[in-house]
């Protein structure tokens, strides 16, 4: 067993190895080592998705008009947060999509900040979850433009305003929308595991003040990483949606 490996990615394949190695196999794809077919990224992401799921069962549960808890309090001030984000971001067309905004704006939050835990990984230092998170961002503004305005007007973003320029435009347009998800994932891959890295240097060198620091400026990085790719998705859905440029 892999010592470095997170306690929950160990558990899960000391007793998870087979389902792991099933899952696998139906994608046509064998792990490194069969004992060890969890790895840290995919592990700590089910663990953010059961976090999700359980506080917004806890939140439902605990919805009340005439004595708001906490929780919901919290809620609320994101909801609130994100949603006149979305409206200074594309207006009236906003609240068709505030909770795509939410959902990337929670779970990217918890994925940064698990890593604080003892013992836990943050997903998002590993490439491949913020390439995926991109991808999902890359999929839905396309899927909105096309929805909203149609193939044909959508068609028409790549063209430009000059009917003459219209051949360099299309290749210039295609290399931009497809930089996106690059710049997405690179954006949020090198912060998180640059910050990662710091605070477990510092936390090796001393256990005093100096980590105490490091780990607050590491909330802070969670929290501005997350809100900005929240923003960039937004202004992503803002310009496939518009009607006119």
């Known amino acids: ?32 080592d069969p ?21 917004f069962l806890i939140l439902r549960s605990r919805l009340s008009v005439d004595k708001p808890g906490k929780l919901q309090h919290v809620f609320e001030l994101i ?10 971001q594309m207006g009236h067309d906003a609240h068709h999509h505030v909770v795509i905004f939410e959902t990337i704006f929670i779970f990217l939050l918890i994925a ?8 836990f990984v943050s997903p998002t230092q590993i490439v491949y979850v913020p390439c ?14 096309l929805k909203k ?8 973003h790549f063209l430009g305003p000059i009917w003459w320029l219209a051949p360099l435009m299309i290749v210039i347009e295609t290399i931009s929308h497809l930089a996106r998800p690059l710049a997405l994932t690179i954006r949020l891959f090198a912060n998180m595991y640059a910050g990662e890295k710091v605070t477990v ?7 005093l003040i100096v980590p105490a620091v ?8 969670s929290l501005l990483q997350a809100y900005i790719f929240m923003l960039l998705t937004m202004m992503y859905v803002a310009g496939a949606v518009a009607e006119e440029h």
């Open 1 to 32: 067993m892999n010592t470095h490996e997170a306690w929950l990615t160990q558990l899960f394949n000391q007793y998870l190895a087979g389902v792991g190695n099933a899952i696998l196999a139906l994608f046509k794809m064998t792990a490194v």
């Open 35 to 55: 004992k060890e077919p969890w790895a840290d990224f995919i592990v700590m992401q089910l663990a953010v998705a059961v976090i999700m799921v359980i506080l």
């Open 79 to 88: 909801h609130g947060f994100v949603n006149e984000t979305a409206e200074d």
């Open 112 to 119: 940064n900040l698990i890593g604080i835990l003892p013992r």
């Open 132 to 145: 995926g998170c991109a991808l999902v961002a890359f999929a839905y503004y396309n899927w909105a433009g």
């Open 149 to 156: 305005v149609g193939p044909l007007k959508y068609g028409k």
């Open 201 to 207: 240097v510092f936390l090796s060198l001393t256990y």
């Open 214 to 221: 490091f780990m607050g400026l590491h909330v802070f990085v």
